[in-house]
T-cell receptor
Framework: NAGVTQTPKFRVLKTGQSMTLLCAQD?????MYWYRQDPGMGLRLIHY???????AKGEVPDGYNVSRLKKQNFLLGLESAAPSQTSVYFC???????????????FGNGTRLTVT | LAKTTQPISMDSYEGQEVNITCSHN???????ITWYQQFPSQGPRFIIQ???TKVTNEVASLFIPADRKSSTLSLPRVSLSDTAVYYC??????????FGAGTRLFVKA
């Protein structure tokens, strides 16, 4: 049971390049989330999804797009990377049944992205 | 969504009990108080969650007074491996789970 797996673990981009971060979970969770974490700050929610085919904006959605074509996968895209998007990106998932809003988030180990 | 306030950092020694207090003056009626732990280069890990009074599990205890305006995470007999960042957050009002800056706990030998 792998839990939440993020790929890649590290990536360096040049300004203007695009890339997609992949998150996969094997816990059959309905809800999935993308966060970014910057030095000295907590995690900020970028986008989230409450089910296959649905996505919603979080606190800091600008410059990012997401897709949830399959229940187990949640993709985060950067169409034109900027240095301000240098960060560590975390994906999480949680249970979607009764009491879902109280269920713990399960996190991956992050993708460290540097944009030069 | 409840805004939480925690100390930025705390130091302790191995074997001591550590109490981290979180202030959440505007917590919603249906919010639970949830704590996460984060080690370097890892994602946060759920520790404990409660609504009121006291909750205990194999890792920690959580104390929430009747007015629910604050909560205290208690870690018994900490070890070096408990050095981490601890996040307090309110959850239950939707899916936008918001993390603050957390408390950096440093356990010394």
């Amino acid at each position: 049971n792998a839990g939440v797996t993020q790929t890649p673990k590290f990536r360096v981009l040049k300004t203007g390049q695009s890339m997609t971060l992949l998150c996969a979970q094997d816990m059959n969770h309905e809800y999935m989330y993308w966060y970014r974490q910057d030095p000295g700050m907590g995690l900020r929610l970028i986008h989230y999804s409450v089910g296959e085919g649905t996505t919603a904006k979080g606190e800091v959605p600008d410059g990012y797009n997401v897709s949830r074509l399959k229940k187990q996968n949640f993709l985060l895209g950067l169409e034109s990377a900027a240095p301000s998007q240098t960060s560590v990106y975390f994906c999480a998932s949680s249970y979607g049944g009764q009491g879902a809003t109280y269920s713990p988030l399960h996190f991956g180990n992050g993708t460290r992205l540097t944009v030069t | 969504l409840a805004k939480t306030t925690q100390p930025i950092s705390m130091d302790s020694y191995e074997g001591q009990e550590v109490n981290i207090t979180c202030s959440h003056n505007n917590i919603a009626t249906n919010d639970y108080i949830t704590w996460y732990q984060q080690f370097p280069s890892q994602g946060p890990r759920f520790i404990i969650q409660g609504y009121k009074t006291k909750v205990t599990n194999e890792v920690a205890s959580l104390f929430i007074p009747a007015d629910r305006k604050s909560s205290t995470l208690s870690l018994p007999r900490v070890s070096l491996s408990d050095t981490a960042v601890y996040y307090c957050l309110g959850r239950g009002g939707g899916f936008k789970t918001i993390f603050g800056a957390g408390t950096r706990l440093f356990v010394k030998a």
